[in-house]
């Protein structure tokens, strides 16, 4: 049979490349560890980066890994999306069966991967396009550390110069998010087809600055392993002269040296690479080079059924055909009775000599079979197939209505950039078909429409407002106001990701154009509203809002109203009515829960922790951020939502005092790969703590990261959260003045807001900066003082957060001291406590402040808040009150474990490794490592065993 012929001219020896083995080996080996994500392998054309990959894999296999391999193919650069993922998952497919497969994934996943292969079933229904991809991703992680689970996984992706941009999105999502799990990732590449502009560069350079990622260069055979490569060929071992001969043509690459031995030992230097290449085909007979071609134009792997219907020969006709060609070892027998081209360079090197009518015949016979059947080409393929094959046969009329096709079946699988990319192909080949319309049964705008959206999914901003003025060019308001209206909205939604003025203007020019009860005004009443309510003009947002509530009532738009219902528990939390927020918060919940979206579901349970935070309620916020969470994994949201609540949790920590735990949670989530809006949230969360710890570097480096000192944020929280960390970072760097500047820009009348961690922390914060410019610009400091006072009277102080900053802003610090530690936030205690003390140090009363200051100083020390402690040393200093030393220890010498500690010991003291509590607790296993080395050091004993009888006879865990 054909697999009888194969390998002529393939060395059965595998030369040299131990260090690079040895490298992989130990990559993989930190994988293990979940020390290591991905191995970045380059190198030239043919210099054996295939070949050494096998080589790993088998060995990895050997030792008991999962090996799954996919790769890339030139198609994917025309948006064939997702190949060498699809790849993978059939592999596993044909390994374990769907049923099994989906079984390891979370629930609804299995009709997410329905998209990519049908063997999963009936697909979703369509989500939005902002999750929907973002869950596709979470989908594949969640399945590639299930698998990890029963034993490690070594996941090969070959050729990702050809990637397709999905492709590359979820490799570096991948990259960056595999640690929970003992999966290494080893992608290969062409280094020399890398040219400037190519696509695949940045990713290369994003990868390169993750933990994580390492890179290895695939050098050229050494001469003395030319030599050994060409025993291995030829069964005995060359001599010298021949040996220098072939190794100063191949100049060390592999493929070039089987090339030369191929065409015989008196060869004459080949001109070109492609002579080269295409020396051995040559020698081939006419009908087998004739077949090759064919092939060549169907890929680097082609089915034997396609091959068949394409060149009409009959099954014995084509075995017949290309048994000399699998002789030579041009092409191989694949599964699936498939050939495969042995190299790439072989393919293109053969594609080339298709002359050009017959390129156009063969490109246009391919197309023609697969649309007859296409099951000839795998699942999920044949659309992009036909696309490519008639674009390539240069048939302008069926290139746009497969190029269209294709588009359709892009978006479906979530693949937003190669759906735009053939959308704009339909654009450029409209002009040359007359009746595109009626052959795809849209018109141009529509085909704009669609490019606009894809452009806005996949983050291609400055195309998607490209597309959208082309799409408002062709359209006539006062024809299709809705339509109109739909694309103006799209625009200030790229505008506001672009940070370009005009975004408000659009969206009531866009209100005005539909004044009728249509759920068309509804959908760009929820986007106006919203936009006005982040603003901060939440009296015109809400009414709009619940202008929009009421025509999706009545339209039975149940998914629509729990969305505005979301949008008005937002309005209100912002204007400071929390109890009104949770209320409506529990109403959207209820509808999710009935309609079953998780994203409902969970938006309205992340805006409750937020709530729940902001009226006092903090620990009974992070209990149910932490089930929302852990929800949101269920749901596959994690990466989408999840980091949003997590995000609440940091903050809910935050306002505990529980800083090492808000700042662990804060970094952890970060490398859960947020949105960018959610990550500066996140960011912002690690300044807070850095302020209440003094960390200057922490704060400057986040502020410079949100853009805060050079951009002016046009949302309200944003905007007030970076004001309040210019104004902390300035006194805590002993400048005051300049914080008295930055609170004087504040528009205390209109910016300020009564929500207690917005509107209220922000004024709190102005006082303190009031307090401690007094002695510079006393004049400018009273006046802004009681401009706050002012304002101060005019805010909604109806929760006990609220009421605890009002007490402060009025100078009851006793009061607002008894507060705070009834909320169970000490630093703010801490605080008050400090202020009380000055107060009580000016009236004169020594004694007073003492005891004030004795109170506030153990809370700071177990907090690390240097710099409160500092106020508080000083300020004793000045009057003359010693203050009691901190051993680090509480009374009886038991020794003082931070509350983050405890919890770490207790799941020691299970027997629990860094891995599960990392799990447990959503931090790092490096993390738990340090937590663990200082609870040993603490505890004065070496092991952990040492520290679980440590904790047990000491008392310090439940």
């Known amino acids: 049979m054909l697999d009888d012929m194969m390998g002529r001219a393939v060395s059965p020896v595998f030369v040299g490349r131990e260090a690079e083995l040895a490298g992989l080996a130990e990559a993989f080996e930190q994988a293990r560890e979940k020390a290591a994500t991905a191995v970045l392998l380059g190198g030239e054309a043919g210099v054996g980066k295939t070949r050494l990959v096998t080589c790993f894999a088998e060995r990895a296999e050997r030792d008991g890994a999962r090996v799954l391999v996919g790769g890339c193919v030139e198609l994917s650069t025309e948006g064939l999306a997702y190949a060498p993922f699809t790849a993978v998952i059939r592999q596993l497919v044909r390994e374990q069966g769907a049923e099994e497969v989906a079984a390891l994934l979370p629930d609804g996943g299995?009709?997410?991967?329905?998209?990519?292969?049908?063997?999963?079933?009936?697909?979703?229904?369509?989500?939005?396009?902002?999750?929907?991809?973002?869950?596709?991703?979470?989908?594949?992680?969640?399945?590639?550390?299930?698998?990890?689970?029963?034993?490690?996984?070594?996941?090969?992706?070959?050729?990702i110069h050809w990637a397709d941009r999905s492709s590359r999105d979820l490799i570096a999502f991948l990259s960056r998010n595999l640690r929970a799990a003992p999966v290494l990732m080893l992608l290969t590449y062409r280094s020399d087809d890398l040219h400037r502009q190519h696509p695949l560069r940045p990713v290369l350079a994003e990868l390169g600055r993750v933990d994580g990622v390492l890179r290895l260069e695939l050098p050229r055979l050494t001469r003395d392993e030319v030599a050994a490569q060409m025993a291995g060929i030829l069964g005995t071992t060359p001599e010298y002269p021949k040996v220098r001969e072939v190794y100063q043509r191949s100049e060390g690459i592999p493929l070039f040296v089987e090339a030369l031995l191929e065409s015989g030992g008196g060869c004459s230097l080949p001109e070109s690479l492609h002579d080269l290449i295409i020396g051995s085909v040559e020698r081939l007979p006419e009908e087998t080079q004739r077949v090759l071609r064919v092939a060549a134009a169907g890929g680097i792997r082609v089915s034997h059924a396609l091959l068949s219907a394409v060149t009409g020969l009959s099954d014995v006709e084509l075995e017949d055909a290309l048994r000399p060609a699998v002789a030579a070892n041009v092409i191989q027998v694949a599964d699936g009775r498939a050939y495969v081209f042995r190299h790439s360079l072989i393919r293109e090197a053969v594609h080339e000599e298709l002359l050009p009518g017959e390129h156009v015949r063969t490109h246009a016979r391919f197309a023609e079979e697969i649309e007859k059947n296409r099951r000839l080409v795998p699942p999920g393929r044949a659309a992009i197939e036909i696309a490519h094959h008639w674009y390539s046969a240069r048939d302008d009329l069926w290139a746009l209505v497969s190029a269209w096709d294709a588009a359709g079946k892009a978006a479906n699988a979530f693949a937003y950039n190669e759906q735009m990319q053939l959308l704009e192909r339909v654009l450029s080949l409209w002009n040359k078909v007359p009746d595109a319309t009626e052959r795809i049964g849209a018109d141009q705008t529509t085909v704009l429409e669609h490019a606009s959206e894809a452009a806005q999914a996949c983050g291609e901003l400055d195309r998607g407002i490209k597309f959208v003025k082309a799409a408002l060019s062709e359209l006539d308001e006062e024809a299709e106001p809705e339509r109109v209206a739909e694309l103006v909205v799209r625009l200030s939604q790229l505008k506001i990701s672009k940070r370009k003025p005009g975004a408000l203007d659009d969206l009531r020019y866009a209100e005005r154009l539909v004044p009728q009860p249509s759920l068309a005004r509804t959908r760009t009443l929820a986007r106006l509203g919203s936009y006005l309510m982040f603003q901060g003009e939440v009296a015109e947002g809400t009414a709009l809002t619940e202008e929009?509530?009421?025509?999706?009532?009545?339209?039975?738009?149940?998914?629509?109203?729990?969305?505005?219902?979301?949008?008005?528990?937002?309005?209100?939390?912002?204007?400071?009515?929390?109890?009104?927020?949770?209320?409506?918060?529990?109403?959207?919940?209820?509808?999710?829960?009935?309609?079953?979206?998780?994203?409902?579901?969970?938006?309205?349970?992340?805006?409750?922790?937020?709530?729940?935070?902001?009226v006092g309620r903090s620990a009974e916020a992070v209990e149910l951020a932490l089930k929302g969470e852990q929800l949101a994994k269920k749901y596959g949201l994690y990466r989408v939502q999840g980091t949003f609540i997590s995000n609440n949790r940091a903050e809910a920590l935050e306002s505990l005092g529980r800083f090492d735990e808000a700042a662990e949670a804060a970094e952890y989530t970060l490398t859960m790969d947020p949105t960018l809006r959610t990550r500066h949230h996140l960011r912002r969360v690690r300044a807070d703590v850095a302020l209440a710890r003094g960390e200057a570097e922490v704060i400057r480096s986040v502020l410079a990261e949100v853009d805060a000192f050079t951009v002016e944020e046009e949302f309200t929280q944003e905007l007030t959260a970076n004001t309040r960390l210019k104004m902390g970072l300035?006194?805590?760097?002993?400048?005051?003045?300049?914080?008295?500047?930055?609170?004087?820009?504040?528009?205390?009348?209109?910016?300020?807001?009564?929500?207690?961690?917005?509107?209220?922390?922000?004024?709190?914060?102005?006082?303190?900066?009031?307090?401690?410019?007094?002695?510079?610009?006393?004049?400018?400091?009273?006046?802004?003082?009681?401009?706050?006072?002012?304002?101060?009277?005019?805010?909604?102080?109806?929760?006990?957060?609220?009421?605890?900053?009002?007490?402060?802003?009025?100078?009851?610090?006793?009061?607002?001291?008894?507060?705070?530690?009834?909320?169970?936030?000490?630093?703010?205690?801490?605080?008050?406590?400090?202020?009380?003390?000055?107060?009580?140090?000016?009236?004169?009363?020594?004694?007073?402040?003492?005891?004030?200051?004795?109170?506030?100083?153990?809370?700071?020390?177990?907090?690390?808040?240097?710099?409160?402690?500092?106020?508080?040393?000083?300020?004793?200093?000045?009057?003359?009150?010693?203050?009691?030393?901190?051993?680090?220890?509480?009374?009886?010498?038991?020794?003082?474990?931070?509350?983050?500690?405890?919890?770490?010991?207790?799941?020691?003291?299970?027997?629990?490794?860094?891995?599960?509590?990392?799990?447990?607790?959503?931090?790092?296993?490096?993390?738990?490592?340090?937590?663990?080395?200082?609870?040993?050091?603490?505890?004065?004993?070496?092991?952990?065993?040492?520290?679980?009888?440590?904790?047990?006879?000491?008392?310090?865990?439940?």
Request: hydrophobic share 50%; net charge negative; proline share 4%.
């Open 548 to 614: 929009a509530l009421a025509i999706a009532r009545a339209h039975g738009e149940e998914c629509l109203e729990a969305d505005l219902l979301l949008n008005l528990a937002v309005g209100h939390s912002i204007a400071g009515d929390m109890e009104r927020t949770i209320t409506i918060n529990e109403t959207a919940m209820a509808i999710g829960e009935r309609l079953r979206s998780g994203r409902i579901l969970l938006r309205a349970l992340a805006n409750t922790v937020d709530a729940l935070n902001n």
């Open 110 to 159: 299995a009709r997410d991967l329905a998209r990519l292969l049908p063997e999963f079933g009936e697909a979703g229904d369509a989500v939005e396009s902002e999750t929907a991809r973002a869950r596709l991703f979470e989908q594949i992680l969640n399945l590639l550390e299930r698998l990890a689970e029963c034993r490690p996984l070594l996941l090969v992706i070959e050729d």
């Open 730 to 958: 300035h006194l805590l760097e002993g400048e005051p003045l300049a914080a008295l500047e930055a609170a004087e820009r504040v528009q205390v009348d209109t910016q300020i807001l009564s929500k207690p961690l917005l509107g209220w922390r922000l004024l709190g914060l102005i006082a303190d900066v009031c307090d401690a410019a007094g002695v510079v610009a006393p004049e400018r400091a009273a006046a802004l003082r009681a401009r706050a006072e002012k304002v101060g009277t005019t805010m909604a102080a109806d929760n006990p957060v609220s009421e605890a900053y009002r007490l402060d802003l009025l100078r009851d610090h006793d009061a607002a001291a008894a507060a705070w530690e009834r909320l169970e936030r000490p630093f703010l205690q801490a605080a008050s406590l400090l202020r009380a003390a000055r107060t009580a140090a000016t009236a004169g009363d020594r004694e007073g402040a003492a005891v004030r200051l004795r109170a506030a100083r153990p809370i700071a020390v177990a907090l690390s808040a240097r710099p409160l402690v500092a106020e508080i040393e000083a300020l004793a200093r000045r009057i003359g009150v010693a203050l009691p030393a901190e051993a680090g220890r509480e009374p009886g010498g038991v020794p003082l474990l931070t509350p983050r500690e405890q919890e770490v010991l207790r799941l020691v003291a299970q027997g629990r490794s860094n891995r599960d509590i990392a799990s447990e607790l959503f931090i790092s296993a490096k993390t738990v490592s340090v937590h663990v080395s200082n609870i040993l050091g603490k505890l004065g004993v070496s092991t952990r065993g040492e520290a679980a009888a440590a904790a047990h006879r000491l008392s310090l865990i439940g």
